[in-house]
């Protein structure tokens, strides 16, 4: 059963989600984050979100604030932010009956959802999906008149999917203090990493590199012919099948 609902977050803005309720609770409970400027409609989120309910999960998908239907300004986006969302999506779900609890990203969700794990308690896994696991700093990705309106201005605008967006020093100097590799490395909990070896977007080798940090912890699922929004449906059914699959897989070590 699908509900749509909203919920707040640390500065009580409401954020807009989809909470999916499995006919027979197992426990098993995820939270599922988009990428940037996205929604949580995306339809791999949607296709994972599907099996992983049949499979006895609960599950939540939910736009970050600035984003989709959730209330808040696009141009307060922060990984501190985001990570603080996370948490009460994990709440709410803990509030429905899961104990058992996988993060789940796509691109800057997957992102969000490794570092958000070593600062969530009842986190037990995380699925990465086609992120930049190996480290990220935005300043990379503008332009020379961007570079400057940020140093002139404090702020840079871009258009994303139809949208003129905007977003202030602020995220940059956030973004910095994040450490990707270095959360790899010391994370101790089962992560999986799925990467499309087409992904025009962020290279395959993003994930293959990922995988090398640690290697007791982290399982890596690389799918041929995959893009980087996963656009081919039997692509998007091969994975959901392969992340519900692999949860249970943990869950059921964890139980144990």
């Given at each position: 059963?699908?509900?749509q609902?909203?919920?707040?977050n640390?500065?009580?803005?409401?954020?807009s989600?989809t909470?999916?309720?499995?006919?027979?609770k197992?426990?098993m409970?995820?939270?599922l984050?988009?990428?940037?400027?996205?929604?949580?409609?995306t339809a791999?989120?949607?296709?994972?979100a599907?099996?992983l309910?049949?499979?006895?999960s609960?599950?939540?998908?939910?736009?970050?604030?600035?984003?989709?239907?959730?209330q808040?300004?696009?141009e307060?986006?922060s990984?501190t932010?985001?990570?603080r969302?996370?948490a009460?999506?994990?709440?709410?779900?803990?509030?429905?009956?899961?104990?058992w609890?996988?993060l789940?990203?796509h691109?800057m969700?997957?992102?969000?959802?490794?570092l958000?794990?070593?600062?969530?308690?009842?986190?037990n896994?995380v699925?990465?999906?086609a992120?930049?696991?190996?480290g990220?700093?935005?300043m990379r990705?503008?332009?020379?008149?961007q570079?400057?309106?940020?140093?002139?201005?404090?702020?840079?605008?871009f258009?994303?999917?139809?949208?003129?967006l905007?977003?202030?020093?602020s995220f940059?100097?956030?973004?910095?203090?994040?450490?990707?590799?270095?959360?790899l490395?010391?994370i101790r909990?089962?992560?999986?990493i799925v990467?499309?070896?087409q992904?025009?977007?962020?290279?395959v080798?993003?994930?293959?590199?990922?995988?090398?940090?640690?290697?007791?912890?982290?399982?890596l699922?690389?799918?041929?012919?995959?893009d980087?929004?996963?656009?081919?449906?039997d692509?998007?059914k091969?994975?959901?099948?392969?992340?519900?699959?692999?949860?249970?897989l943990?869950k059921?070590?964890?139980?144990d």
């Amino acid at each position: 059963m699908e509900t749509q609902i909203t919920f707040p977050n640390h500065d009580n803005e409401l954020l807009s989600g989809t909470l999916h309720m499995p006919k027979k609770k197992t426990g098993m409970g995820a939270v599922l984050g988009h990428c940037f400027t996205c929604s949580r409609h995306t339809a791999i989120l949607r296709e994972i979100a599907g099996n992983l309910t049949d499979a006895g999960s609960i599950v939540l998908r939910f736009d970050f604030s600035g984003n989709g239907q959730s209330q808040g300004l696009f141009e307060e986006t922060s990984i501190t932010k985001h990570i603080r969302e996370m948490a009460a999506a994990v709440d709410l779900i803990r509030q429905n009956g899961a104990s058992w609890i996988a993060l789940a990203g796509h691109s800057m969700g997957a992102a969000i959802s490794v570092l958000a794990a070593p600062q969530i308690p009842h986190v037990n896994a995380v699925a990465a999906l086609a992120g930049r696991l190996t480290g990220f700093d935005p300043m990379r990705f503008l332009s020379p008149a961007q570079i400057a309106d940020l140093e002139q201005d404090g702020k840079v605008t871009f258009t994303s999917r139809n949208r003129n967006l905007e977003l202030g020093r602020s995220f940059f100097e956030d973004a910095r203090a994040y450490n990707l590799p270095e959360t790899l490395k010391t994370i101790r909990i089962p992560i999986l990493i799925v990467h499309g070896d087409q992904d025009e977007m962020i290279p395959v080798t993003e994930a293959h590199n990922a995988g090398l940090f640690n290697s007791d912890y982290i399982d890596l699922d690389i799918v041929s012919g995959a893009d980087h929004m996963f656009s081919n449906p039997d692509h998007r059914k091969q994975i959901a099948a392969r992340i519900t699959q692999w949860m249970l897989l943990q869950k059921g070590q964890f139980d144990d």
